[in-house]
């Protein structure tokens, strides 16, 4: 008894707050029926309610009252229509009917028709206080707290603790456990899971209850979705330092009552919860391919959405803020993978395009969604697009529309536009902006924030108003200005700084020091931090997200490079350094070693998890390493026979190799891929493809943002990583499944170290240490000017041209008058000409970033930007082709060795970024180095525990078939086919075993591990034949 007074005292205390004023519900039981009385109250009537029609999930008689009330006239033709049959009953029937065609999510926020009626079951709060008859339907909403609520005809006996019904319909099901009494959450859950008949009418999916919650003492947790032993819960806790603040799962400590009373308080309060069913929760239904016995079917896919705590709080935290202090502030959202982001958006976008001010005008004449992702990304756009609302309120702006679209949407009022940040460069001077507020939503605001396009965005949707009446002071500037400079040139000015008509609201897991400072709250001491936050750490302890570092390994690449040609060039130094990275990291050689590695990891451990649908993704550094990883690693499945694997490939544009010779062929992805069905993948279909069919996908700079595919297991990474890129690129394996378990991470590239301080500023919330100096860019700039590279009189000839009224031929005369520009660029030396690139492109970069903080009005610097925008397009850079320094470098020692595996464990700790160093003196080591000393630097580099036993077999064999005069007639008089299928295998086994015959231990591994045997005839054969395609002799 006790025990029971416990549990029942915690059900007694949020009934107490739900029947109370500010908790807005009234009390009842599940035997009471309430009828509306004229006075805008309801009466309880006993010996009805739900036991009137048991089972059935409806108290008729409380809908019936509350429609008789609210709709009378629609009320008084359907008793009419009904004739002598009891219009409750009917009533009941025609509902019942609509929920089981369209769901009981759209019957409560649309209502439903029958016979040309429409009624109304709910009644939501209005956006405007004008709506006086909306606002007194809202009040007779008749919303009741049911404590021991029987449910089932059959099982008379069984209760749920708490259901809240609103006007007779019941929306909320609670089931409570008390720690004191021995229970907890865990058999809240399993009491839903266990007890409760997912086919009783109240809990059949969207039928009758929108939101299951299991409840104790520390702990709340929400299913929208009854499935017996296949319920799915979700966390629905504040977080361990509270709602919107870094931390851990759980719920902070509350002084003053429950740690979950969140809930109650928040959540189900009744003015907090129509406003949840009203703006929030929807239906949403996704297509999925699936494979049934080797056939791909497509289904579709219900969930009933209702939005996660951080999800709730971030939301309105940012409209009420937006209410209180009208449009012209930034908010910084920096929610992890796993947050729902998409959604949170969604919600955000909708509400914030229908706010009116408390003198009832809208506060955004349009609410705007930009992505710089170039085609619209789909499940945004899907998202927002399949949201309630009003025909022609959402304007998409996607792929198969015109920037002249968006100028339309934009200049017409539409409410909500979502588009690609690109198209408002096109039309930025063409939108009348002039007294009009807009609220800019920014997904992924890591990136492409501070470049032209963003740029454009200001100088389309900026209220130049208060700039021009700044500009005032420094109108002087402009007294020798022409008009078409002025007029030109005060455009882009006064888009610059901050704007009274522009809100921002920027979500991003990893912000950038600019993003910070950008979208970010300034502190007291001038550091910035977000406005809310939903950390990687509480994300993964909630599940959200799996851990993408607990299974890490990494590799060493330990070799010697040496010169293979008898004198000693001088080279550039920077360019072939990079190149000779290139040549290490490209080697046939290397490339068969991971990619055996690759391949076994595959076949033992991916293709094994997640029911045997774990995918892999490999991740080079160039497009070029993607192609010859490709074909490395078929290569190395043709050799084993394993057909049984469907390899793809991912990259933009059209690349060559070097190894194929001049004339080779042209790569693209949709010319590589071939599909499960023999046929060609265009490009467009490679993440279905993969999806479905694929085994492991190798991408070069693409999918490594962006890209969600649950069944991504294993990442194999090629490249190296920093800061948000790593984050970005190695959380593509996190996203969950069911049967989804654990990932696996292999690193050819990056160490322990530089994947731990790449994730942790980033695990729990990102801060910006101190302030930009905006003062910073004119020594920059002076810099640029010591070099003589122009004079004024370029400027001005340059300016004149791109304001001048003057538009003919525009490109041609630019060039023209950078000519002068040309010639003296070219004429400093190399490490000048690279000092100079490398600051004017620093220098745009940091304006174009300092302009969005503040505005300078210095003409001066506005000339010199947009004269050298243009000749930055012009300045070459000294260009040394790999194959050069393929012909001149051999590979003598090579060895990949693990060196660390398990976890990499990141601390529970605020992350301090500082503004990034802008370096714009380093000096390159020298303008040319002898070769030697070149190839000496790389083998420092890559320097490791390296002995005789591990000399690359290639330099041995390769030089013993060069000599072999089967291998000089193939190649001379044979196809390629059959020197490799034929004449090679055998030259190479008795090159091979006159080698184990001199050097038995050296050798014994070549011939005791089959694939490495495969893998080196592999690479030497291939070797020759590229030799043979330069015509370098043997």
Sequence with gaps: MANEAKERNLEEDIEAFLCSEEGGWLKATDRQSFLYIEDGSYQAWDDHGYADNPGRGVDIKTLASYVQATQ???WALFEKRCGAADPERMFLKCFTEAVSGKGIVDVLKHGFKHRGLTFKVVSFRPESSLNAKDAALYRKNCLRCIRQFHYSAAKTQNTVDIVLDINGIPVVAIELKDQFTGQSITDARRQWREDRDPREEIFRFNSRVVAFFAVDLTECWIATKLAGEDTRFLPFNQGSNGAGEPGDAGNPPNEHGYMTSHLWEKVLQADSLLDILNRYVHLEVREETVLEDGQKRTCAKRAVVFPRYHQLDAVRRICADVRESGPGKSYLVQHSAGSGKSNSIAWCAYQLSTMFDARNRPVFDSVVVVTDRTVLDRQLQ??????????GQVVVIDDRCSSQDLKNALNDGARLIVSTLQKYSVICSDVASLGKTFCVIIDEAHSSQTGSHAENLRRALADPADALAEFADYDEQWEDASEAERDGMLESMLAHGRHANLTFLAFTATPKDKTLELFGIQQPDGSFKPFHVYSMMQAIREGFILDPLANYVTYKEALEIAKKVPDNPDCPTSPTLKLLRKYT????????QKSRIIVETYREV???KIGGRGKMMVVTNSRLAAVRYYHEIKRYMDSQGYDDMEVLVAFSGVISDPSDGPGGPEYTEGGMNVGHDGRRVRESQTKAEFHTWGSILVVAEKYQTGFDEPLLHTLIVDKRLRREKAVQTICRIDRTCPGKNDTLVIDFANDREDILKAFQPFYTETDLCEPVDTDRIYPLLEEIRGYGVYTDED??????IEFGKNRENVQGRMAGVLIPGIRRYNALDDEERYQFRRKVRNFRKWYAYVTQLVRMFDREMQREYVYLGYLSHLLSAEKVELGIVDQMVRLDYYKLERTWEGSIEL????????QGKRNVNSMLDKRTDPLEELIARINREYAGNLTEDDKVVITSILRHSE??????????????????QSIWPKVFGDAAMDAYMRDTEAYASLFEDKAKYNAVMKAVGELLLTQHRKGIDL
């Excluded at 400027?795 to 004149?800: D, F, L, M, R, S």
């Excluded at 000599?963 to 490799?980: C, G, M, N, P």
């Design 907 to 914: 601390a529970d700790k605020k992350g301090e970024i500082e």
């Design 72 to 74: 009378p006239k629609t």
């Design 963 to 980: 000599a072999d005069q089967r291998v000089r007639d193939s190649l001379a008089y044979d196809d390629e086919a059959i020197f490799t």
């Design 585 to 592: 990291e490209l080697h046939p050689y290397a490339l068969a």
């Design 795 to 800: 400027v001005t000839a340059a300016v004149e």
């Design 382 to 391: 899907e998202t927002i697009g399949g949201k309630d609302h009003i025909a």
């Design 606 to 608: 991916t293709r094994k």
